[in-house]
Nanobody, 126 residues
């Protein structure tokens, strides 16, 4: 099992940048794909980026070109670099992990994940 802990959220103005971190601990030797999700009040949890254990990356269209997912394997930290933030990016952001036998794919569907962090709030003002 792995444990996940997000940090780096905060309040920023539209157009500014923020980097979220997800510290990974526990069974880090297992094969996992990982993702970043967000949930605003009254909305479903939305997958925004994921990274396969082999490095393949996928983004949802609304963040493509603005957000970058990456993983520092030496430090066991997953990152989400966010630039050109918009008010509609306001949400609680979660990192997630799922053990898998396959290295070449990842999922943007919340129900495909079993390990979640506690969330970190991002608020973008106009």
């Amino acid at each position: 099992q792995v444990q996940l802990a997000e940090s780096g959220g905060g309040s920023v103005q539209a157009g500014e940048s923020l980097r979220l971190s997800c510290a990974i601990s526990g069974d880090t030797d297992s094969r996992y794909y990982m993702g970043w999700f967000r949930q605003a009040p009254g909305k479903e949890r939305e997958g925004i980026a994921c990274i396969a254990s082999g490095g393949w990356i996928r983004y949802v269209d609304s963040v493509k070109g603005r957000f970058t997912i990456s993983k520092d394997n030496a430090k066991n930290i997953l990152y989400l670099q966010m630039i050109s933030l918009r008010p509609e990016d306001t949400a609680t952001y979660y990192c997630a992990a799922q053990q898998t036998a396959y290295a070449g794919s990842c999922s943007l569907v919340a129900r495909d994940y079993t390990r979640w962090g506690q969330g970190t709030q991002v608020t973008v003002s106009s």
